[in-house]
């Protein structure tokens, strides 16, 4: 099945400029196009002076001529009233004639017209901005208005509700303002009790962010019809305040309205966005009984959108096949469904039915909800294509649609394509800044990441100077939101970077996105990852409502930081206000931060006990994972045998990588050959190119002094064409991330560092220092070995930092490998020497070292 809709979907990319489907979509169009009637020209041309045409035939046949947008038909209609009337025709024919020019998207003639009444009424001024709001011409509606009360013509509903829409078209700065002013003006003038124009003003404040004004007006008149009701609970819906929607249309039931297929399409999301599937059952029967409901598209499309959002997907599918009239919006949220529920093979398969065999083109909503899919898709392998259907359909431009390509890229690795997509668009709003910012984290880019946050907080100080929006499309003012940060905060952790995540949650307090329950758990963890435990507590206390999530990053920090008695406490505390029916239950993810915590401790006999427990006590099955953990618990504490024997009982279904690599881990930092091979051998076999397993192995050898067995194990490194990952350690300093490796010499301090190292050492061998040259896996002399070690990253990194910040700075530091014994050793005297407190991240642990002794006790 995957092959058939994967080649199917490639036929439809291929053939979409001129193959079977836009044969398809050419002869439904020409089927659903009512055709013009030829004879009703010709009595208009043959009508002489002597049986003059009655006014009243010539906006009949204009209106005729402006519903089939027949140009043609419309100018020889035109020709015949100059031939009548001599250039003075009555002025509704003339308000005729502007109708039909304007229907027939020719603004120049209609705008002709316009000018050439002599004694322009109501309708003349109603015309010509309605003209003016079909071709998006927003502030010449609002001009034309000010000119029709120039000329003391009374503005009607009708006018009010043109002018409505253009405030909307405004930005919501100018959109609100002028929005304001029609207000004041309908109340004035009377047209505020007209129902027409009060749904409209409901509307508009809507959509420009002002929902409670929406609420307060429909609160305030009475007589309110069915789109009365259904303006404020659409506007509710769509401004995401879902429980006052529910409310109002319990109001609305109560007041005897009858729901009818806008209610239900509009609050079917609220059921869909807040899990309601009862209450959205409950709306699919009501239509079910109604006969003009059951049939609807669009009461269809919101039932489809709503079951899917709910988890049932395949309901969703069967309120889809039931539904005989499919239009695109019904099509978009079957394909959104499958897309969202990571059904990708069925989404391709519904987008490819819909293309080839309904004969319906995609629109933007489509692209923008099959591309994930496509980017998910490993057999659908030509992913580029589909931006080059994208291209073939117009749709290259449209903001969400590049959003999507953004995001297809990102997720293919080539974030190089991505930001070309994204420094080209005309238009960016939030969720374009957010997309091309989770593509750099994903693709472990942080600074790039961090880079791109400056420039959009950039774009939002300078609002008005540069094209980047936010979802008013006009405003210029844009602002990181909770997707944002919550997004962009683990990069900061990821690069130690703390000045900028205390920069990122200042400006989360000063918005009030702190209390958001996702940002608040991510600063946590920011905090943690940094180093500043003190900080990642406060944060913690701080927060009005603690998810799992956010419990397990705080146990997850105490553990990182080699405190597990702070750790297990926090757990007891957890469990203890689950007990009282006001916290959480733990789940696998805690009891891997609470192993993990034991282990960076010394905590075997806490740890053993606790994974021993999970079952019993917690109704959590060990997994790999905890296996892997426990091993590593074990085997980090000297007790390599008994961490060996653990992963020999593991049950056979289990993957045993993790197992295998934490006993590895293990035999290197206690020289246990044997054991060391073991473990290598069978995580060679199960990973062959995962370089670090042969490095592990050679390193174990070469520090037996097994110079042959290591050498080997390079050269098959190097006949397999794997890599060592190379080690790098990095520092922030001035909003800049300064990165090392080993032997650096490409930074432009590089002198002065090997030079204060150089004295370093000097300084150091006075206090005792001896090297440890164990640490240097060559065989060459000691003094070689001695000069290798002086340039290892973190030592780099550490000199970088004492020379270029004030005395008493907090040196931190962070590396993507484990820290060498050495290089810990000189952390310790640099601590006293120079009488800094140093924070050294690694993989694994954090160490904290202070007057010449470190957190972990030499324990790691």
């Keep these: 099945m995957a092959v058939m809709v994967v080649g199917g979907v490639r036929e439809v990319l291929l053939g979409s400029g001129g193959g079977g489907t836009s044969s ?23 009508t002489t002076s002597s049986n003059p045409t009655d006014n009243l035939t010539f906006p009949a046949a204009l209106k005729h001529a402006a519903t089939l947008s027949d140009l043609s038909l419309g100018r020889q209609i035109h020709a015949r009233i100059i031939k009548t009337h001599h250039h003075s025709p009555p002025v509704a024919v003339s308000n005729s004639l502007v109708n039909m020019y304007s229907k027939c998207w020719e603004l120049g003639d209609a705008l002709k017209v316009f000018e050439g009444i002599p004694n322009r009424d109501e309708v003349s001024w109603n015309s010509v901005i309605s003209a003016f709001c079909r071709y998006e011409e927003w502030v010449a509606a609002i001009e034309s208005f000010r000119k029709m009360a120039d000329e003391g013509i009374e503005p009607s509903s009708f006018t009010l509700v043109s002018l409505a829409v253009s405030c909307l078209n405004l930005g919501r700065k100018e959109g609100i303002r002028i929005g304001k002013e029609i207000h004041g003006f309908s109340l004035r003038s009377g047209n505020c009790e007209k129902n027409f124009t009060n749904n409209a003003l409901i509307a508009m404040y809507a959509k420009l962010g002002k929902v409670d004004y929406s609420k307060s007006l429909f609160e305030l008149f009475e007589d309110k019809d069915l789109v009365s009701w259904n303006s404020i609970i659409s506007a509710l819906s769509q401004s995401e305040k879902f429980s006052e929607a529910l409310r109002l249309l319990y109001g609305m039931v109560s007041s005897g309205v009858r729901p009818d297929g806008v209610t239900l399409a509009s609050i079917l999301p609220t059921c869909a966005h807040l899990r309601i599937l009862k209450m959205g059952k409950e709306i699919h029967c009501y239509a079910l009984r109604n006969e003009d409901l059951s049939g609807n598209s669009f009461v269809g499309s919101a039932l489809v959108d709503m079951y899917c959002n709910c988890g049932q997907v395949d309901i969703g599918r069967r309120v889809f096949n039931q539904i005989h009239d499919r239009r695109i919006g019904l099509w978009n949220a079957m394909v959104t469904g499958y897309a969202q529920s990571d059904r990708d093979y069925e989404a391709l398969a519904i987008f490819l039915e819909m293309e080839a065999v309904a004969g319906l083109c995609s629109n933007a909503s489509t692209i923008a909800s099959i591309l994930p899919a496509c980017a998910r898709c490993e057999d659908f392998e030509n992913k580029e294509s589909m931006h080059g259907f994208v291209i073939k359909r117009g749709l290259g431009t449209d903001k969400y649609v590049q959003n999507a390509l953004i995001d297809m890229y990102a997720r293919m690795g080539k974030m190089e394509i991505s930001r070309v997509i994204f420094d080209s668009m005309e238009v960016r709003d939030v969720v374009s800044w957010n997309t091309m910012i989770t593509g750099y984290i994903n693709c472990e880019c942080h600074e790039n990441a961090l880079s791109l946050l400056g420039k959009m907080q950039k774009t939002d100080t300078s609002a008005g100077t540069d094209a980047i929006v936010d979802d008013d499309e006009n405003s210029g003012d844009i602002r990181p939101n909770t997707i944002t940060l919550m997004t962009v905060l683990p990069a900061c952790g990821a690069l130690a970077a703390t000045r900028k995540g205390q920069e990122i949650h200042c400006y989360a307090i000063r918005h009030m996105l702190d209390s958001d329950i996702a940002v608040g758990s991510a600063t946590v963890d920011m905090y943690a990852k940094c180093g500043c435990l003190d900080f990642a507590r406060r944060a913690f206390n701080l927060m009005p409502v603690r998810n799992i999530v956010t419990w397990n990053v705080i146990i997850m920090a105490y553990g990182m930081n080699g405190q597990g008695e702070e750790a297990l406490q926090l757990f007891r505390q957890m469990v203890d206000e689950e007990a009282n029916g006001q916290g959480l239950k733990p789940n696998d993810i805690t009891f891997i931060a609470l192993l993990a915590a034991c282990s960076h401790s010394g905590m075997v006999d806490e740890g053993i006990s606790l994974f021993n427990r999970m079952k019993d006590d917690y109704d959590i099955d060990p997994s790999p994972d905890h296996y892997a953990c426990a091993v590593d618990l074990l085997g980090r504490a000297g007790q390599v045998v008994e961490a060996f024997h653990l992963v020999d009982t593991m049950p056979s279904g289990f993957s045993k990588a993790a197992a295998w690599s934490s006993l590895l881990g293990a035999s290197r930092i206690h020289q246990n050959v044997e054991i060391g091979e073991i473990a290598a051998m069978n995580l060679i076999e199960l990973e062959p190119n995962v370089s670090s397993h042969y490095v592990l192995l050679s390193n174990i050898y070469s520090s037996a002094g097994l110079w042959d067995r290591a050498m080997k194990i390079r050269a098959r490194m190097m006949e397999m064409g794997i890599k060592k990952e190379p080690g790098y350690s990095w520092i922030e300093f001035n909003d800049k991330v300064h990165r090392f490796v080993a032997g650096d010499l490409s930074h432009p301090q590089s002198v002065h560092l090997y030079q204060y190292l150089s004295k370093l050492a000097s300084r150091m061998k006075t206090q005792g220092y001896v090297p ?12 070689e070995k001695e000069s290798l070690l002086r340039g290892h990253s973190e030592k780099l990194a550490l000199a970088f930092g004492i020379l270029n910040t004030t ?9 993507n490998l484990r820290v060498c014994n050495d290089c810990h050793l000189v952390a310790k005297y640099i601590s006293q020497i120079e009488g800094r407190d140093i924070i050294l991240r690694d ?14 006790g030499d324990y790691w």
Excluded: M, N, W, Y
């Design 772 to 783: 440890d040259t164990s640490c240097v896996l060559h065989d060459v002399s000691e003094d």
């Design 807 to 815: 005395p008493g700075t907090t040196i931190r530091v962070a590396k």
């Design 843 to 856: 993989v694994r642990r954090f160490h904290h070292f202070r007057e010449g002794k470190c957190s972990c």
């Design 24 to 46: 398809l979509a050419s002869s439904v169009e020409a089927q659903e196009r009512p055709s013009a009637p030829l004879s009703l020209s010709l009595p208009l041309l043959a």
